[in-house]
């Protein structure tokens, strides 16, 4: 005997796939609601004086002086710096720049600026456990990025203030991100400027805008059923950091280094950054791939071109 159909369970099941429809627009509105919130408290919220607690010596090219240096700053991770000085501190003082590198270099990106001359160098390292990142999948490292995410502006601006209250500082200061560090520091320069820490000008190298793209690129070797959630995921915990959010909001001048072949950064991320960044900028392209930690050449000429640019605007000594 053949049971019939009932309607009224069609008309149930519709309702109920209705209602989840309407309930999962409403989630995503109320994310979307959430995520600018969050990337405008994440900048808006200030720090506390960072307070020296660790200081030693770290080795250094001649006539300088490389300082590994720690602070503490409540409410927040520990601030680890690497600092590299002329051995003769000028009269007036120095102009500092502040190294923003991949996650691999950390203070070590100090050594990447030689024949630094009489300007101060800081390396700046991020709170984030190597050990920990290199032995873990990708959901562990998601949410191991969403602490860096919430520390980086923050430090950067702990940064900027020491930085300024040495008496080898003569209060110039400008930020260099590079790859990784491009990434971060359109909100690390949004948030010094919102509490009164003036950033000179400034070098964003091989950084995109929208990370939606890049966050494809970098999982692109997982498998379809896990890189989909994954990047969903990664998405929602490293929203606040979203350079096309903060590039808008900039004020300041900005040299912009890209490579056309850049396998890590996709092209329309790379158009957005430079139509999103504000005037006054430079843009460089040069015939690369993305920038690594072997490729020698490449980091010296980025190297070159940002510090040739950085002393027409005298923003570092030359």
Same mark, same amino acid.
């Given at each position: 005997?053949?049971?019939?159909?009932?309607? $009224?369970?069609?008309?149930?099941?519709?309702? %109920?796939?209705?209602?989840?429809?309407?309930?999962?627009?409403?989630?995503?509105?109320?994310?979307? /609601?959430?995520?600018?919130?969050?990337?405008?408290?994440?900048?808006?919220?200030?720090?506390?004086?960072?307070?020296?607690?660790?200081? #030693?010596?770290?080795?250094?090219?001649?006539?300088?002086?490389?300082?590994?240096?720690?602070?503490? %700053?409540?409410?927040?991770?520990?601030?680890?710096?690497?600092?590299?000085?002329?051995?003769?501190?000028?009269?007036?003082?120095?102009?500092? %720049?502040?190294?923003?590198?991949?996650?691999?270099?950390?203070?070590?990106?100090?050594?990447?600026?030689?024949?630094?001359?009489?300007?101060?160098?800081?390396?700046?390292?991020?709170?984030?456990?190597?050990?920990?990142?290199?032995?873990?999948?990708?959901?562990?490292? %998601?949410?191991?990025?969403?602490?860096?995410?919430?520390?980086?502006?923050?430090?950067?601006?702990?940064?900027?203030?020491?930085? +300024?209250? $040495?008496?080898?500082?003569?209060?110039?200061?400008?930020?260099?991100? /590079?790859?990784?560090?491009?990434?971060?520091?359109?909100?690390?320069?949004?948030?010094?400027?919102?509490?009164?820490?003036?950033?000179?000008?400034?070098?964003?190298?091989?950084?995109?805008?929208?990370?939606?793209?890049?966050?494809?690129?970098?999982?692109?070797?997982?498998?379809?059923?896990? +890189?989909?959630?994954?990047?969903?995921?990664?998405?929602? /915990?490293?929203?606040?950091?979203?350079?096309?959010?903060?590039?808008?909001?900039?004020?300041?001048?900005?040299?912009?280094?890209?490579?056309?072949?850049?396998?890590?950064?996709?092209?329309?991320?790379?158009?957005?950054?430079?139509?999103?960044?504000? $005037?006054?900028?430079?843009?460089?392209?040069? #015939?690369? #791939?993305?920038?690594?930690?072997?490729? $020698?050449?490449?980091? #010296?000429?980025?190297?070159?071109?940002?510090?040739?640019?950085?002393?027409?605007?005298?923003?570092?000594?030359?």
């Amino acid at each position: 005997m053949r049971r019939r159909k009932n309607p $009224q369970s069609k008309t149930v099941l519709l309702g %109920v796939l209705l209602l989840g429809g309407a309930g999962f627009l409403l989630l995503i509105g109320r994310l979307g /609601f959430e995520a600018v919130k969050d990337r405008a408290a994440l900048v808006q919220r200030d720090v506390a004086t960072p307070v020296l607690v660790h200081e #030693d010596a770290l080795p250094c090219e001649p006539r300088r002086n490389c300082r590994e240096i720690t602070l503490v %700053v409540p409410g927040h991770a520990q601030v680890r710096i690497s600092l590299s000085l002329p051995a003769t501190i000028p009269e007036g003082g120095v102009p500092s %720049v502040v190294l923003l590198g991949g996650f691999d270099i950390g203070m070590r990106s100090i050594y990447e600026v030689p024949n630094a001359g009489a300007n101060a160098v800081i390396g700046y390292d991020y709170p984030l456990d190597r050990d920990l990142w290199y032995e873990a999948g990708w959901l562990k490292r %998601v949410f191991v990025a969403r602490t860096a995410v919430r520390e980086v502006p923050a430090h950067v601006l702990s940064i900027l203030r020491w930085t +300024r209250a $040495q008496a080898w500082s003569d209060g110039r200061a400008s930020l260099l991100g /590079f790859s990784l560090g491009a990434l971060f520091l359109p909100a690390a320069h949004h948030m010094a400027a919102l509490h009164g820490e003036a950033v000179g000008p400034s070098v964003i190298a091989y950084g995109g805008a929208d990370l939606a793209p890049i966050l494809g690129v970098a999982l692109a070797g997982e498998p379809g059923w896990k +890189r989909v959630p994954l990047t969903a995921l990664a998405l929602f /915990f490293l929203r606040d950091l979203e350079p096309a959010y903060h590039l808008p909001k900039l004020k300041g001048e900005f040299l912009l280094i890209n490579g056309n072949g850049d396998r890590r950064m996709p092209a329309e991320t790379v158009e957005r950054l430079q139509r999103l960044t504000p $005037q006054q900028k430079t843009i460089v392209t040069l #015939d690369s #791939d993305h920038m690594m930690p072997g490729n $020698q050449a490449l980091m #010296d000429r980025i190297v070159d071109i940002s510090r040739r640019w950085l002393i027409e605007r005298k923003a570092v000594n030359g």
